[in-house]
């Protein structure tokens, strides 16, 4: 999924999307792992309670390179069935920074990436804000960066109102 965008471009990234991160914040600690690099890492299944990152990008031999990494840990979904009495996995994010607005090209997202964008800054700013109220620019920062981000000509009460909880 990390990597459709993309294929459907024709291009791909050579490393993998996600590792283990453990105590001590060990780098590339196994046993789980995203890739399709490291075919082996891909063999223990994950489990709830597990860390890893997600860090998806691309590099132009040359010219630039890009990567996006978070934290996230491996939690029960909520699902309406329970197939097989198995329960279905989803990841929670750990790490929820905004993105440097002034380097999102808004042209180049399709409406589905834009709210998605919106909609995590929003929780960014949920989560991480009550947090900030003894720091009082910190906090004036932090709702600045996460301001929904606009389509040139939008109108900030067009964006659909995201869901927190």
């Not at 471009?9 to 050579?14: E, P, S, V």
């Not at 996600?18 to 075919?39: C, D, F, K, M, W």
């Amino acid at each position: 999924l990390a990597r459709a965008p993309l294929w459907r471009a024709g291009l791909d990234y050579r490393h993998g999307t996600g590792h283990g991160v453990g105590h001590y914040l060990n780098v590339h600690e196994g046993p789980q792992a995203l890739s399709r690099t490291r075919i082996t890492a891909n063999e223990q299944p994950f489990e709830i309670g597990m860390t890893l990152s997600n860090e998806p990008g691309y590099y132009e031999t040359g010219a630039f390179g890009i990567r996006l990494e978070n934290v996230m840990v491996v939690k029960k979904a909520k699902t309406e069935h329970s197939f097989g009495e198995q329960p279905y996995l989803g990841f929670q994010r750990v790490t929820l920074v905004p993105f440097q607005r002034e380097l999102v090209m808004v042209d180049l997202l399709s409406d589905a990436e834009l709210t998605w964008l919106n909609e995590y800054h929003a929780e960014v700013e949920h989560e991480i804000g009550p947090r900030l109220e003894s720091c009082l620019p910190t906090r004036a920062w932090l709702k600045k960066a996460c301001m929904p981000i606009l389509r040139k000509g939008h109108k900030p009460d067009t964006l659909r109102k995201t869901n927190t909880s």
